[in-house]
């Protein structure tokens, strides 16, 4: 299994811009969920998802985010427009979710908001 | 979620054993103690999670006290790889499943 799969690995835009951010879990896990971390703040759960339905998005920061999974093989993440203040490295994970939190996570999108 | 204590850095010789500290005196019966790292630059990796007894995988050894209000994570022979923060987290799967990560032990594991 090629792990969870984030796109794109870099990113950088300018102030006022959408951006999207993408992910592909573990092909059978059934919780998906979107981190953020930065030095001041650490991770941080914006989302997540069972079985391809949002659980807890009380992490998501204000309205210009939004996330979506369409289908159990597809995330996205998406500021719009985005700020400066957004720049950090986003994370997708997966786990089989159930009693244990044994998260996958991807190697994580750099963003750099300017 | 209990909350936990970790120390902000240690150091470890390579080949010794490296062994991190996690106080979480609050911890109740029902939930798990997990610990993840994370290498710079990369996302975090899962290594052990424990209940009440001792866990050993092949990555690290899980020792939790008798009480379960301390755990220790054993990295039996320290290489350079494992240079990495190294996160101590509690978790109740009958809560909102929202991992509560704080600042970690930053692990230096020198030649």
């Known amino acids: 299994d090629a792990g969870v799969i984030q796109s794109p690995r870099h990113e950088v835009t300018e102030m006022g811009q959408e951006v999207t951010l993408r992910c592909k879990p573990i092909?059978?896990?059934?919780?998906l969920f979107w981190y953020r971390q930065t030095m001041m703040r650490g991770l941080e759960l914006l989302i997540y998802f069972n079985n391809n339905v949002p659980i807890d998005d009380s992490g998501m920061p204000e309205d210009r985010f939004s996330a979506k999974m369409p289908n159990a093989s597809f995330s996205t993440l998406k500021i719009q427009p985005s700020e400066p203040r957004d720049s950090a490295v986003y994370f997708c994970?997966?786990?089989?979710?159930?009693?244990?939190?044994?998260?996958?996570f991807g190697s994580g999108t750099q963003l750099s908001v300017l | 979620d209990a909350k936990t204590t970790q120390p902000t850095s240690m150091d470890c010789a390579e080949g010794r054993a490296a062994n991190l500290p996690c106080n979480h005196s609050t911890i109740s019966g029902n939930e798990y103690v997990y610990w993840y790292r994370q290498i710079h630059s990369q996302g975090p990796q899962y290594i052990i999670h424990g209940l009440k007894n001792n866990e050993t995988n092949e990555m690290a050894s899980l020792i939790i006290t008798e009480d379960r209000k301390s755990s220790t994570l054993i990295l039996p022979h320290a290489t350079l790889r494992d240079t990495a923060v190294y996160y101590c987290?509690?978790?109740?799967?009958?809560?909102?499943?929202?991992?509560?990560w704080g600042l970690g032990t930053s692990l230096a594991v020198n030649p």
């Open positions: 987290i509690v978790f109740n799967a009958g809560n909102n499943r929202k991992l509560i």
């Open positions: 092909s059978g896990h059934n919780s």
């Open positions: 994970a997966s786990s089989l979710g159930g009693a244990n939190e044994k998260l996958f």
